[in-house]
């Protein structure tokens, strides 16, 4: 009984600190993307750009871009990646996509760069980029057929109209709100008005919380905050009026509908703002980052007149259907994460990874699946680890699985591409971090860099090559 107690614990507080820390200002900005992706984007002007049919010195460089500019973990890109898969981008420019962000954006670069220095930085950057293309590729290779086959009919209307003004206008409101949410700049940081709130209970609530759902840095596990508390209970009250409000939106725009955006803009601003417990109450802190979310929501709602009101529902209605796929597998991946990782030592993966062997980088990769991170919260972990004697390798194979796999992500993608593709997917990534993790290792620990780049040209090349004579020979069908 105590072992199903210490499970249970381990899954609500994973859960409880997530949905707290993590999901408001990354992930419902994200959904809201994929929705206008999906319902106002027009479907030729993605094929144009990431279709099967574009060249690839046009897709996958272009994929790659896109994903440098988004600060996003595994989770919060899966609405972007199904967004963009949906309207038609071939398979291998979509998985760079869905690769390369997590692994490889602007703001995991720069704070690698700082807390570990330049060389990880740059091998983050470079590792990302020709595995993410390599697997990318790979991937579109063995499933050419299938791919060819999902966009027969799209292809013929791939010379059609380009993405309107008033899209671009929109979409980038999203985009910058999202970047708002997440980027620590310092403007964004900065306090702009602080005032204490009188609240004498707020002191014994925060330490009650502090109990349920204790800090642990070792594991990741972040505590609950009183503001985390209310933000879920935001969330769920959103939820409730979402079922309806944005649930049956084909039917037209209803009371509902305007409660849950006015909700949803309310939890965004509540979750830009700064709220401490003190022991005269709570300190409350207006910053560029509450001003910033703030102004950009009130920006969207003049963008939103621009359109015709049935390209607004079909907005909101492709939104809530993102939300209906991928949340549920959010929330049950988070929570066995927490069951798994109550039960794993970080000293376990330590005492096997202090050299650059296979098994080393194997365990840095299991160890970034299994005690999976949000986004940057792996660079001070991985710090951590150097500084108890991991060796440089297996922690690269680490920072290049951890922001690509975890147990949620995974049932995400699968409910995205089908099992097959994301479990293909699943391989190769894990194949390519134990890869880079070895590679990286063994030019620290001073193997020629000529013969590393012939090692690993080689190795990739036979990989292509041979995936390539299997879709050949037996092409793979839908699943």
Same mark, same amino acid.
């Given at each position: 009984?105590?072992?199903?107690?210490?499970?249970?614990?381990?899954?609500?507080?994973?859960?409880?600190?997530?949905?707290? $820390?993590?999901?408001?200002?990354?992930? =419902?900005? %994200? #959904? #809201?993307?994929?929705?206008?992706? +999906?319902?106002?984007?027009?479907?030729?002007?993605?094929?144009?750009?990431?279709?099967?049919?574009?060249?690839?010195?046009?897709?996958?460089?272009? %994929? $790659?871009?896109?994903?440098?500019?988004?600060?996003?973990?595994?989770?919060?890109?899966?609405?972007?990646?199904?967004?963009?898969?949906?309207?038609?981008?071939?398979?291998?420019?979509?998985?760079?996509?869905?690769?390369?962000?997590?692994?490889?954006?602007?703001?995991?670069?720069?704070?690698?760069?700082?807390?570990?220095? %330049?060389?990880?930085?740059?091998?983050?950057?470079?590792?990302?980029?020709?595995?993410?293309?390599?697997?990318? &590729?790979?991937?579109? +290779?063995?499933?050419?057929?299938?791919?060819?086959?999902?966009?027969?009919?799209?292809?013929?209307?791939?010379?059609?109209?380009?993405?309107?003004?008033?899209?671009?206008?929109?979409?980038?409101?999203?985009?910058?709100?999202?970047?708002?949410?997440?980027?620590?700049?310092?403007?964004?940081?900065?306090?702009?008005?602080? #005032?204490?709130?009188?609240?004498?209970?707020?002191?014994?609530?925060?330490?009650?919380?502090?109990?349920?759902?204790?800090?642990?840095?070792?594991?990741?596990?972040?505590?609950?905050?009183?503001? /985390?508390? &209310?933000?879920? +209970?935001?969330?769920?009250?959103? /939820?409730?009026?979402?079922?309806?409000?944005?649930?049956?939106?084909?039917? /037209?725009?209803?009371?509902?509908?305007?409660?849950?955006?006015?909700?949803?803009?309310?939890?965004?601003?509540?979750?830009?703002? /700064?709220?401490?417990?003190?022991?005269?109450?709570?300190?409350?802190?207006?910053?560029?980052?509450?001003?910033?979310?703030?102004?950009?929501?009130?920006?969207?709602?003049?963008?939103?007149?621009?359109?015709?009101?049935?390209?607004?529902?079909?907005?909101?209605?492709?939104?809530?259907?993102?939300?209906?796929?991928?949340?549920?597998?959010?929330?049950?991946?988070?929570?066995? =994460?927490?069951?798994?990782?109550?039960?794993?030592?970080?000293?376990?993966?330590?005492?096997?990874?202090?050299?650059?062997?296979?098994?080393?980088?194997?365990?840095?990769?299991?160890?970034?699946?299994?005690?999976?991170?949000?986004?940057? =919260?792996?660079?001070?972990?991985?710090?951590?680890?150097?500084?108890?004697?991991?060796?440089?390798?297996?922690?690269?194979?680490?920072?290049?699985?951890?922001?690509?796999?975890?147990?949620?992500?995974?049932?995400?993608?699968?409910?995205?591409?089908?099992?097959?593709?994301?479990?293909?997917?699943?391989?190769?990534?894990?194949?390519?971090?134990?890869?880079?993790?070895?590679?990286?290792?063994?030019?620290?620990?001073?193997?020629?860099?000529?013969?590393?780049?012939?090692?690993?040209?080689?190795?990739?090349?036979?990989?292509?090559?041979?995936?390539?004579?299997?879709?050949?020979?037996?092409?793979?069908?839908?699943?």
């Amino acid at each position: 009984m105590e072992f199903l107690i210490t499970a249970l614990q381990g899954g609500l507080a994973s859960l409880a600190s997530y949905l707290a $820390a993590h999901v408001l200002l990354c992930l =419902v900005p %994200a #959904f #809201f993307i994929a929705g206008a992706l +999906s319902a106002l984007v027009p479907q030729q002007s993605i094929i144009r750009f990431l279709g099967p049919e574009a060249p690839k010195w046009i897709s996958y460089p272009a %994929a $790659a871009g896109a994903g440098s500019l988004l600060a996003v973990c595994s989770c919060t890109i899966q609405p972007l990646f199904a967004g963009i898969y949906k309207k038609g981008a071939g398979l291998g420019p979509a998985i760079t996509f869905l690769f390369f962000a997590p692994a490889a954006n602007i703001l995991a670069l720069s704070y690698t760069g700082v807390a570990l220095g %330049a060389d990880f930085a740059i091998a983050r950057i470079v590792l990302a980029l020709s595995f993410g293309i390599g697997i990318g &590729l790979i991937m579109a +290779s063995i499933f050419h057929a299938d791919d060819t086959a999902r966009l027969a009919d799209a292809q013929t209307f791939a010379a059609g109209e380009g993405i309107s003004r008033n899209t671009w206008l929109f979409l980038g409101t999203l985009v910058a709100l999202l970047l708002a949410g997440t980027l620590k700049l310092d403007f964004l940081q900065t306090a702009l008005v602080q #005032f204490h709130l009188p609240a004498g209970n707020a002191a014994a609530v925060q330490n009650l919380l502090d109990r349920w759902v204790p800090a642990d840095a070792a594991t990741g596990a972040e505590a609950l905050s009183l503001q /985390g508390l &209310l933000l879920i +209970s935001m969330l769920a009250a959103i /939820g409730a009026l979402a079922w309806r409000g944005l649930g049956l939106i084909e039917n /037209g725009f209803n009371r509902l509908t305007w409660a849950s955006l006015l909700l949803i803009v309310g939890t965004l601003v509540f979750a830009a703002t /700064g709220i401490q417990v003190t022991a005269a109450g709570l300190l409350i802190t207006f910053s560029g980052r509450t001003l910033a979310v703030a102004v950009l929501c009130a920006i969207l709602l003049p963008l939103a007149r621009r359109f015709d009101s049935w390209d607004m529902q079909q907005w909101l209605w492709e939104t809530w259907r993102f939300v209906k796929q991928i949340f549920p597998l959010l929330i049950v991946g988070v929570f066995l =994460v927490g069951v798994i990782r109550v039960f794993i030592e970080p000293a376990w993966i330590q005492a096997i990874a202090g050299s650059n062997t296979l098994l080393a980088n194997l365990a840095g990769v299991a160890f970034g699946v299994f005690m999976y991170f949000p986004t940057l =919260v792996e660079v001070p972990i991985a710090k951590m680890f150097l500084s108890l004697g991991m060796h440089p390798g297996p922690l690269i194979a680490y920072l290049m699985a951890d922001p690509e796999l975890s147990l949620q992500s995974i049932l995400i993608t699968t409910a995205i591409i089908g099992k097959l593709r994301a479990w293909t997917y699943v391989g190769l990534v894990a194949l390519f971090s134990t890869l880079a993790g070895l590679t990286y290792g063994a030019w620290i620990d001073g193997t020629s860099p000529l013969l590393l780049a012939a090692f690993i040209a080689t190795l990739v090349g036979g990989i292509i090559g041979a995936t390539h004579l299997l879709a050949l020979a037996r092409p793979i069908r839908p699943t």
